[in-house]
């Protein structure tokens, strides 16, 4: 029988803003920013976020590719977030099927300044 409640692809956890604050702040935790290059000039980024554009995550995170971006590894926990909440499901999913072992959905900027969470500009 078909189970239409199971989800088929990776999973991927929330994680609190406050939390996801205080690990990155610890250095614990790295922070993804998946928006694009407009959004993030025109609001700024999660202060220490590495910032790849949704498109590029499957090149710039595969730790199997030659492009990887050297802020990022398999083993170290990330969190994830766009503006939304959307884009940083995607990329979260994407990131586990690629072998990251801890990936959290931060959703969206909001949740992280919300929290108290500062921003930089990109």
């Not at 940083?88 to 990131?95: G, P, T």
Request: hydrophobic content about 45%; aromatic content about 4%; charged content about 20%.
């Amino acid at each position: 029988m078909l189970n239409l409640f199971r989800s088929s692809g990776p999973k991927v956890s929330p994680i609190a803003p406050a939390d996801a604050i205080a690990r990155a702040q610890a250095g614990t935790l790295t922070l993804l920013d998946v928006r694009e290059v407009a959004e993030v000039a025109a609001s700024g980024k999660a202060k220490g976020a590495v910032h790849i554009p949704l498109g590029l995550v499957t090149v710039k995170a595969d730790p199997k590719a030659p492009d990887l971006d050297p802020r990022l590894s398999p083993d170290k926990p990330v969190a994830v977030y766009c503006m939304m909440g959307g884009r940083s499901a995607k990329a979260a999913e994407a990131l586990v099927a690629m072998g990251y072992t801890e990936v959290y959905n931060l959703g969206g900027l909001s949740n992280w300044t919300g929290a108290g969470g500062a921003v930089e500009k990109a």
